[in-house]
């Protein structure tokens, strides 16, 4: 079945620094990423929209400079939180469209610990 | 816009128990809905997808429905055992994906 490949599972960074979160689809071609963030006892919120060769589509009160999302490929697609702070902390997820009956997949998850 | 709840919110049941999970949405223009399990501080976990033109999709122990005129879909768990323990979110697809706050699931030994 169709995979989405996560990285880092896990990341602790320093308040002030930037960290990269990749989202691989691994056997498809993936034109359309959802990024989303969990905090603790709270769903899954989506946080923007990246759609492969254009420019990602935020949702309201997500910081488009503050979250990067680049697409360059039909199989890569990257979260970069940049200046990290204690209230950044969450899990963060990526999901990808497969295929003509509109399910999703699901990345593994990044558990973001800013310190 | 479209809104998604979960019903109840947690839920604790003695191993063995068959258990019903209910999720409501209020827009029924959806492509489908997909029921997850999502474990601790882990991601998530397809559990079924019920195309917006199906009731119901069955895998194993579990069987989801879907009335989209009432904007309702269930889960039914047979049978229950402490690996079901996790919890279950519905999610409606349409040009986004819309996530319900999940149903905490605990099955007792």
């Known amino acids: 079945g169709a995979v989405v490949s996560q990285h880092p599972s896990r990341v602790i960074c320093k308040s002030g620094t930037s960290v990269k979160i990749e989202c691989r689809s691994l056997?498809?071609?993936?034109?359309?990423m959802f990024w989303y963030r969990q905090f603790p006892k709270q769903s899954l919120m989506l946080m923007a929209t990246?759609?492969?060769?254009?420019?990602?589509?935020?949702e309201q009160g997500v910081e488009k400079d503050k979250f990067l999302i680049n697409h360059a490929s039909l199989t890569l697609s990257t979260l970069t939180v940049t200046s990290a702070h204690p209230e950044d902390s969450s899990f963060y997820i990526c999901?990808?469209?497969?295929?003509?009956?509109?399910?999703?997949?699901f990345g593994s998850g990044t558990r973001l610990t800013v310190v | 816009k479209q809104e998604v709840t979960q019903i109840p919110a947690a839920l604790s049941v003695p191993e063995g128990e068959n258990l019903v999970l209910n999720c409501s949405f209020t827009d029924s223009a959806i492509y489908n809905l997909q029921w997850f399990r999502q474990d601790p501080g882990k991601g998530l976990t397809s559990l079924l997808l019920i195309q917006s033109s199906q009731r119901e999709q069955t895998s194993g122990r579990l069987n989801a429905s879907l009335d989209k005129s009432s904007g309702r879909s269930t889960l039914y768990i047979a049978a229950s055992q402490p690996g079901d323990s996790a919890t279950y979110l519905c999610v409606t697809s349409y040009d986004k994906v819309i996530f319900g706050p999940g149903t905490s699931l605990s099955v007792i030994p």
């Open positions: 990246s759609n492969e060769g254009s420019k990602a589509t935020y």
């Open positions: 999901s990808a469209r497969t295929g003509k009956v509109y399910g999703y997949t």
């Open positions: 056997d498809f071609q993936a034109t359309t």
